[in-house]
């Protein structure tokens, strides 16, 4: 993670009156997972039918468990740890600090599960560093129960470093995050995985990356289907990724930190980038991403790129009993923005597609309150901090660029529901810039929101180099046509007909991301001031670039 954030090998540019890191990619020839890189210096080995016994780990003699091969491994690193099929419990609580990275992998991708019996944390880094773990199926367990904890997590890094989460299926959470990403951690990446199904009450995501520094989630998938877990439906799910500085509240609230010793602690220099996000089932008043998330006076997220990611509005709807479980907001496919911000500094979204249905309510009911969805959502949040009212500042440095924005065709309530940067007000935003990104909307006009919002802090009139057109994106987002990527336990495949992870986000993207022709007016559209030079696939882009995560 140096190397990516480092002084020598990170650009940095101006934007308006401040500066936004912009993270390298220009790495050639070896694969960008590390595990697929990895040479050891030796191979230790972990089996059902091993024994925790200090001469043991060899092929022969392999150990039992994943913690006991974490602590005996030499600290000088280097090693690796291969993990044989079959059902583990907890990889329990390491705090093992490696010199030099080991890299603990599953034999056989996803045939080696990881899964807590008393339904708590399937693995706890508590101070770890130079971890690289790769190919498990890492899921909650529904035989949790008991009052709300930490340990409800599936999967927790905590105050760690140089930590690495890539190539796993990690699913199912039944009380709060999957993954919890937190206190402190630096130089942390979370690459290639899937996610799916969180806890579906409010405050609970895929991703809770909290007071972390120099982070990367790329090359993910996220999604919600809680009947392939076999749980039942729930519209009330948060967001997928969460980006925020929670931990540093507690720290101010219990005097630990002045306020002013902590104005800036918070998240920064986060990269997320070449993700598939789809199959929104949640609440209106949540965003597939959120930056920010407390009423603190300070940025909570400083120096974030947002880059190369697809996301999909592919319709989902609840019956009209489950939505008015929830109340009148809570209506299926009703989504606070495909991202939002609350007192953040800093921010580029640059060379993504959002495409789909992003509408206000759901097939057959139409409960009246005249909301749509947001592509992107500007805010802030108040509160009160120590006894005193507290709120973020206005949210500064923001550049929206080179995006597509696409409803490709009408829902089946007959509409096209795109709001552009909408739900901000101008004194909510310092220093925004929004400018040459692709607007279609299946040939209706585009929604710059309604009266009370005409005077947002950012619209897709407010960009004078804007691209109105059919991008030429796929059509049949409708109901049921969108297969998951679900983890099948029987097949031992990713539903669609996948093999590994990466192969089904190639899929999503060549079918849902990529425009049918050159003719897409997003074809070398591209400002390439401001452009990544690989797209979501990680080719490179050349010299007249496509707008949007695809270089087509």
Same mark, same amino acid.
């Given at each position: ?7 020598? /090998? ?152 140089? /930590? ?189 597609? /959002? ?150 986000? /190639? ?46």
């Amino acid at each position: 993670m140096k190397k990516l954030f480092g002084i020598a /090998i990170t650009i940095v540019i101006a934007v308006m009156s401040g500066c936004i890191f912009i993270p390298s990619d220009d790495s050639e020839g070896s694969s960008r997972f590390k595990s697929e890189n990895f040479k050891a210096a030796a191979v230790y080995y972990v089996a059902l039918d091993g024994s925790d016994v200090p001469d043991g780990g060899s092929g022969d003699k392999p150990w039992k468990t994943v913690r006991y091969a974490l602590e005996h491994t030499p600290v000088s690193g280097g090693h690796e740890i291969i993990v044989r099929p079959g059902s583990y419990p907890s990889m329990g609580y390491i705090t093992t600090r490696f010199e030099k990275p080991v890299l603990l992998r599953a034999e056989i991708p996803y045939r080696t599960t990881v899964q807590d019996p008393a339904g708590h944390r399937a693995g706890y880094l508590y101070e770890a560093k130079n971890i690289i773990i790769a190919g498990f199926n890492i899921q909650g367990n529904p035989n949790w129960s008991g009052a709300w904890s930490q340990n409800a997590y599936v999967f927790q890094i905590d105050k760690c470093r140089n /930590i690495v989460l890539e190539n796993n299926i990690m699913h199912d959470s039944y009380n709060n995050d999957i993954l919890k990403l937190n206190n402190y951690s630096y130089d942390c990446e979370i690459r290639g995985n899937i996610f799916y199904n969180q806890q579906p009450e409010p405050g609970h995501q895929h991703i809770d990356a909290n007071q972390v520094y120099d982070c990367v989630i790329e090359d993910n998938i996220f999604f919600n289907d809680y009947p392939v877990s076999g749980r039942p439906r729930s519209i009330n799910a948060s967001g997928f990724v969460v980006v925020k500085s929670s931990v540093l509240r507690m720290q101010i609230e219990s005097r630990e930190i002045p306020l002013e010793d902590a104005l800036d602690r918070g998240s920064r220099n986060i990269l997320i980038a070449r993700n598939v996000f789809l199959n929104w089932f949640g609440r209106v008043d949540q965003p597939m991403i959120l930056l920010g998330e407390d009423a603190l006076p300070l940025y909570e997220v400083n120096n974030c790129v947002v880059e190369n990611n697809l996301f999909i509005h592919n319709e989902v709807y609840a019956t009209k009993e489950e939505s008015l479980q929830y109340g009148k907001d809570h209506t299926a496919n009703r989504i606070g923005g495909t991202w939002a911000i609350k007192g953040v500094n800093n921010v580029i979204f640059r060379a993504n597609t /959002i495409t789909g249905f992003i509408q206000h309510g759901w097939h057959g009911y139409n409960n009246g309150d005249g909301h749509f969805g947001y592509a992107l959502r500007i805010a802030i949040e108040s509160g009160n901090l120590n006894g005193s009212p507290a709120g973020n500042p206005p949210n500064r440095n923001i550049t929206v660029s080179n995006n597509i924005f696409s409803v490709p065709v009408k829902s089946v309530r007959g509409e096209g529901q795109l709001g552009i940067i909408a739900g901000g007000r101008k004194e909510w935003l310092i220093n925004g810039k929004i400018d040459n990104n692709v607007y279609y909307n299946c040939d209706m006009p585009l929604r710059e929101g309604t009266e009370a919002t005409a005077a947002d802090a950012l619209t897709f009139s407010m960009d004078v180099h804007q691209i109105v057109g059919d991008p030429l994106l796929e059509t049949d987002l409708s109901y049921g046509r969108v297969t998951t990527p679900a983890w099948n336990s029987v097949t031992n495949t990713i539903d669609g007909g996948y093999g590994t992870i990466e192969q089904a986000r /190639i899929g999503l993207v060549n079918k849902f991301g990529t425009p049918r022709s050159s003719e897409s007016p997003a074809h070398d559209a591209a400002d390439g001031a401001n452009m990544p030079k690989r797209d979501i696939l990680y080719n490179l882009r050349g010299i007249r670039q496509d707008a949007g995560a695809v270089e087509f």
